[in-house]
Each structure stands twice: as structure tokens, then as C-alpha cells.
């Protein structure tokens, strides 16, 4: 089948525009340059962390709204304690105080701020890895655990997705880096692309 040429760099825009827009369009997005783009390793290996970071943030964001409910299972449960102590004869006070005390301002309000710490730091995520792939760099500071992230997935894709790297594994032995992905001889004792020592 023929495959389209479209400029790498509109491709990279678009998958960029996904991660924003949600899971549906960066499935669509992504099976569409792998299945009828002509698309460079480079642009493999984008989409690859790309779906990565993405899946990231919406487990990070799907274990939250978990603990959330949780906690609202929990202290909504203590709540209907109460009522039903109420319902038998115990001072209404109880719940009056319940709700101004600890219900409200700690449990709503706490969940609600963490909540938005959250979102933010997973946006700033989003942000700090369209900024780095721009000007091709590697995230540093606090984001270095996802930079580590990353170059994990990269090379569990390099090691059993792409074809012609497996068939090039058959020809000739080879290894690669742990840290950017990249291909070396089976006795180097450095990376030539990044110089992390084996």
C-alpha cells in the first residue's frame, strides 16, 4: 500500500494537539501516521512517548478520582452514621458539627485543592514535554523522573516494535542504551550517541 508523505514536523503538531484533545483523537492520530504515513524512526519514537506521557497522566488522573471517591465513600458513610444516630435520639449537633468542622472544610476543601495541584502538575507535564521535544533536550530538575520514564518505554519499543530493528538484531548482535534508546555495538562500553557507561 502507498503511503502518504506528509511533513514530519505537521505530524508532530498534530500528535501534540491530541494529547490535549483526549484519548479517542490520539488513537486515531497515532494509527493513522503508523499505518499510512510514510514516518521516520523519529517520529516513531515520538508517537511512542507520546502515548506514553499521555497514558502517564490519565493513570495518575484515573488513580485520583479512585482515592477521591474513596474518601467521599468513607466520610459520606461517617455521615450517614451520625444521621441514624440522630434518628435515634442523639443531639443534631452531632452532624451541625460534623459538617462545619471537619466534613466540609477538610474533606471537600483539602481534595478539591489537591485535586487542582494535580491537574496542574500534569498539564505542566503535558507542557515541559512539547517544550523539550521542540528544542530537542531532555527534561531535567523535577521532571527527570519522567525523562527516566521515558527512555524506559523508548527502549522497550526499540527492543520488540519496530520490525527492522529486529531484523537487524537477528543480523548482527547489538545492544541499546538504557538511557536514549540508541543502538550500539555489543561490546561498547559507552553510548555513542549519548556517552552513558554500560
Not at 481534595?111 to 531532555?138: H, P, Q, R, T
Request: glycine residues 8%; aromatic residues 16%; proline residues 2%.
Amino acid at each position: 500500500m502507498k503511503k502518504f508523505k506528509i511533513n514530519e514536523n505537521l505530524l508532530a503538531l498534530l500528535l501534540f494537539g491530541a494529547m490535549f484533545a483526549g484519548w479517542e483523537y490520539l488513537i486515531i492520530v497515532t494509527a493513522f501516521i503508523w499505518g499510512f504515513c510514510e514516518a521516520g524512526k523519529s517520529l516513531k519514537d515520538l508517537t511512542i512517548k507520546v502515548l506514553a506521557v499521555f497514558g502517564a497522566c490519565a493513570v495518575t488522573m484515573l488513580f485520583w478520582d479512585v482515592l477521591v471517591q474513596g474518601i467521599d465513600a468513607l466520610f459520606g458513610g461517617l455521615r450517614h452514621f451520625f444521621e441514624m444516630l440522630v434518628s435515634w435520639g442523639v443531639d443534631y449537633d452531632l452532624i451541625e458539627g460534623y459538617d462545619k468542622y471537619f466534613y466540609n472544610p477538610i474533606c471537600t476543601q483539602v481534595v478539591n485543592i489537591v485535586g487542582g495541584l494535580l491537574s496542574f502538575v500534569v498539564l505542566a507535564v503535558k507542557a515541559k514535554f512539547i517544550y523539550c521535544v521542540i528544542c530537542n533536550k531532555e527534561m531535567r530538575g523535577a521532571f527527570w523522573p519522567v525523562q527516566m520514564f521515558l527512555n524506559k518505554v523508548l527502549v522497550f519499543a526499540n527492543n520488540n516494535f519496530y520490525e527492522e530493528d529486529k531484523a537487524a538484531k537477528a543480523d548482527a548482535k547489538g545492544r541499546f542504551c538504557p538511557k536514549c534508546g540508541e543502538k550500539c555495538d555489543a561490546d561498547a562500553t559507552f553510548c555513542t550517541s549519548c556517552g552513558n557507561k554500560f
